[in-house]
C-alpha cells in the first residue's frame, strides 16, 4: 500500500485522542499494573503507554472504534515510550518493548477490522512520536538560563530505540508530533534518518506535527510558523501539520497559511475546541466537524482529524464531512518547471 496514493486521491482521516478514551474505562492502579508490574515500587496510573502491555484489549478495542468511525491512520499509543519520558515510572528499560507491542496492537486492530469488514478502504499504523518531557531549546531553571535538562546526543538515542520498536513492530510511517521545540524534533529526525541508514532499510514515510501554543502563533521555543516549516522541510516528510494546544476555529488561520507555504501534503488534528475551567472539551463533533469541513472546502488539508478532547464521534462527524471534498493539490515548485 502506497499512502501517496492514497491522499492524492482524497482526504485522509487520523484517529483522535487515545487518553481521552482511556480515561472512559476508569482504570484503577491495579488495572494499569496487570499482574507483572503487580509490585513495582511506583505507582504507574496514567502511564497510558503500559496499557500496551498490561492491557493491550482496551488498546486494541479503541483503535478499532475510531477505525469503525472512519479512520484511515490510525497512532499507536506510544506518545512517551522513550528512556526519557519513561523516567519518571523508572520504566526506562521497557521503552523498546512497548514501542514493539504498541505497533503490534494498532496492527492486529487493523487485521481485526479489515476481517469484519472485507474491502474496507486502506489503513495505515502511524508510530506517534512525541515531544519528550524535556527541552533542548529552553532551560528548566529560570536562574540558569544556560542549563539544560538534556543533551542532543541523549535525545536522539531515546528517539532511535523508540523507532526501532516502532519498526520492528510493523508500523507503516512515522509521526514526530505535538512538536512545541523544534530542535527537539530535529533529533527525532536525525535519528529516523540514522537509523534507517544503519540498518540499510528503506525509510518510512515521515509526518510531522508542530503545535502552535497561544495566539501569537510561535510554537512554546519561539518560532513563528514558517519558520517551524523551514526548520523540518530538510526531513522531506510526506506531511506537515499542526495538532494539539488549539481548537478548530483557532487553529485556522494557522492551517490556511500553512496549506500557501507547504511543498508537501498537510495536516491537521485540532482539539475539541478549547478546555474550560475544569480542563474538559466541550465542543461537540458536529461542531469540529463544520470547521473542518470548511478547511477541507477551501483546500487547505491532505489529513484531518482530532486530538484532545476528540472521540470517535467526532472522528466520524469529520469523516462524513469531508467524504466527498478533493485533497488539497500539492503546489508545483520552481525545480519542477527547470
Avoid at 526506562?92 to 496492527?107: F, I
Avoid at 524534533?185 to 518510512?204: G, H, M, Q, S
Avoid at 502563533?217 to 510526506?238: D, K, W
Amino acid at each position: 500500500m502506497d499512502i501517496r496514493k492514497e491522499l492524492e486521491k482524497r482526504i485522509l482521516v487520523i484517529d483522535g485522542a487515545m487518553g481521552t478514551m482511556i480515561q472512559r474505562h476508569k482504570l484503577t492502579e491495579a488495572d494499569y499494573r496487570g499482574e507483572r508490574f503487580s509490585n513495582w515500587h511506583l505507582d504507574v496510573k496514567g502511564n497510558n503507554d503500559l496499557l500496551c502491555i498490561t492491557q493491550p484489549g482496551i488498546i486494541r478495542g479503541i483503535h478499532k472504534q475510531y477505525l469503525s468511525a472512519g479512520a484511515d491512520i490510525i497512532e499507536t499509543n506510544t506518545f512517551s515510550s522513550t528512556v526519557i519520558a519513561m523516567a519518571d515510572y523508572d520504566m526506562q528499560g521497557l521503552a523498546y518493548e512497548l514501542n514493539v507491542a504498541a505497533a503490534k496492537c494498532a496492527r492486529e486492530a487493523i487485521r481485526e477490522f479489515e476481517a469484519e469488514n472485507p474491502g474496507t478502504s486502506p489503513k495505515f499504523v502511524a508510530g506517534a512520536i512525541g515531544p519528550l518531557n524535556k527541552t533542548l531549546s529552553l532551560s528548566p531553571d529560570v536562574n540558569n538560563p544556560g542549563y539544560r535538562a538534556v543533551s542532543f546526543d541523549e535525545v536522539v538515542l531515546a528517539y532511535y530505540e523508540q523507532i526501532k520498536g516502532l519498526v520492528d513492530g510493523g508500523v507503516d510511517l512515522l509521526l514526530i508530533e505535538t512538536i512545541f521545540d523544534t530542535l527537539n524534533a530535529k533529533a527525532a529526525i536525525f535519528a529516523v534518518k540514522k537509523y534507517f541508514r544503519d540498518e540499510n532499510k528503506e525509510a518510512l514515510p515521515i509526518m510531522i506535527s508542530g503545535t502552535i501554543t497561544d495566539a501569537s502563533g510561535r510554537t512554546l521555543s519561539g518560532q513563528t510558523l514558517e519558520a517551524f516549516y523551514t526548520s523540518v522541510m530538510h526531513a522531506e516528510p510526506l506531511s506537515v501539520g499542526l495538532n494539539c494546544a488549539l481548537g478548530a476555529a483557532e487553529m485556522r488561520s494557522h492551517i490556511e497559511e500553512l496549506s500557501q507555504i507547504a511543498s508537501c501534503f498537510t495536516s491537521a488534528y485540532p482539539n475539541a475546541g478549547l478546555p474550560n475551567a475544569m480542563g474538559e472539551y466541550d465542543e461537540q463533533p458536529h461542531e469540529t466537524a463544520h470547521f473542518i469541513e470548511e478547511w477541507a472546502e477551501q483546500g487547505f488539508v491532505n489529513i484531518v482529524g482530532g486530538c484532545c478532547g476528540t472521540t470517535p464521534d467526532h472522528i466520524k462527524h469529520i469523516a462524513d464531512n469531508v467524504r466527498k471534498i478533493s485533497p488539497r493539490k500539492l503546489p508545483i515548485l520552481e525545480s519542477t518547471l527547470a
